[in-house]
């Protein structure tokens, strides 16, 4: 899909979505824990981001490589700033621009969907044929 969620091309709320937390535990690197969020399910904010609201990296955008649920994220980058515990941090929702399961399932948004689902991959379209030379006696 080439809309980024929540743009006016696909038209989906992800304000009314957003959810506030506190950092409870952070790895040093990429790895945080988020109170105030556990309700939330595998994937919320996967594709999406989170973004800082106090602390040295405030205001600081991150995006999620992968979020197990609840409150366990794993960032692509790590912050500017180390994460400090108690900071407080908004999670947005992601999409990772699959038709039936996000637009479809997910959002319920498959009328504004901007990708091509049934155009062949790469792979397919590259593919050689497998020609072998004929045997000889």
């Known amino acids: 899909c080439t809309h980024v969620l929540g743009d006016e091309k696909c038209g989906v709320d992800i304000n009314s979505m957003k959810r506030i937390g506190t950092i409870s535990s952070y790895n040093g690197s990429t790895g945080i824990v988020i109170s105030g969020v556990d309700d939330l399910p595998a994937n919320f904010s996967r594709g999406g981001y989170v973004r800082t609201i106090s602390g040295r990296n405030a205001f600081a955008k991150l995006d999620v490589k ?46 504004r969907f901007g990708g091509f689902p049934h155009v062949p991959g790469s792979d397919r379209a590259f593919r050689q044929a497998d020609v072998k030379p004929p045997e000889t006696s």
């Open 66 to 111: 992968e979020h197990s649920g609840g409150g366990s994220i794993e960032l692509w980058t790590p912050p500017p700033f180390p994460f400090e515990i108690g900071q407080q941090i908004e999670v947005w929702p992601g999409c990772t621009k699959r038709a039936r399961e996000d637009c479809h399932s997910r959002f319920n948004n498959i009328k």
